[in-house]
């Protein structure tokens, strides 16, 4: 089946405005996940679902980062009145379960993000 | 906390050259551990992976193996290609957390020339 998409590919907004970034995960993953991809930071983790669980935040950088699953499936993730220092390529990720270490996970293109 | 330590880039090596690049890692627990490559233009792909100690992973010429007791996960290739030219993400599983989020390396960017 298809792999895991995520829109839009490309993203350039004005400091300030707010974004929101989509992710359709690879069907039946019940596990996703959000990094960050930039070039001072590396990869870094920023939040996970798995099912209707809580999901963990641990990795927001800040109150201005927030995301939402709906329906177990498609995931959003907002930045609100976004800074230069959020340009990044955000790539989410999903897995068949965040229950075992050993399940890989499957990327996505990710949506590169630039603030003016 | 968990963390991962890959040898600093950018590798260059004429193709067919012996290919190693380092990766070391601290984790609490029995992390699984995998390698990704990135090539131009294109998103993470699995490269291989090893769940527990002394397993070896291995795919498309490359190898690596899970070892404990240097909590090590050097990844080799015999002889490289100009088509091996990708950036090279070394990341375990954080089991410790519950997510089995990854934790990854700084990335290597390997350049083969013919």
């Known amino acids: 089946g298809a792999g895991v998409s995520q829109s839009p590919s490309n993203k350039v907004t004005e400091k300030g405005k707010d974004v929101e970034l989509r992710c359709d995960p690879i069907?039946?993953?019940?596990?996703l996940y959000w990094y960050r991809q930039s070039l001072g930071q590396g990869l870094e983790f920023l939040i996970y679902?798995?099912?209707?669980?809580?999901?963990?935040k641990s990795g927001l950088p800040s109150d201005r980062f927030s995301a939402e699953r709906t329906g177990g499936s498609v995931s959003t993730l907002t930045i609100q009145r976004t800074q230069q220092e959020d340009s990044a390529v955000y790539l989410c990720a999903s897995s068949r379960a965040g229950t075992s270490g050993s399940n890989e996970q499957f990327f996505g293109p990710g949506t590169r993000l630039t603030v003016l | 906390g968990n963390s991962v330590t890959q040898m600093e880039g950018p590798v260059t090596l004429s193709e067919e050259a012996f290919l190693t690049i380092n990766c070391t890692y601290t984790?609490?627990?029995?992390?699984?551990l995998f390698w990704y490559v990135q090539y131009p233009g294109e998103g993470l792909q699995l490269l291989l992976k090893a769940t527990k100690a002394d397993d070896k992973g291995s795919n498309k010429g490359f190898e690596a193996t899970y070892r404990k007791e240097t909590t090590s996960f050097h990844l080799e290739k015999g002889s490289v290609q100009v088509s091996d030219s990708a950036v090279y993400f070394c990341?375990?599983?954080?089991?410790?957390?519950?997510?089995?989020?990854?934790?990854f390396g700084t990335g290597t960017r390997l350049k083969v020339l013919a």
């Open positions: 984790a609490t627990g029995y992390p699984s």
């Open positions: 990341a375990l599983s954080d089991s410790a957390s519950g997510t089995y989020k990854y934790i």
């Open positions: 679902f798995q099912g209707n669980s809580a999901p963990d």
């Open positions: 069907s039946g993953h019940t596990a």
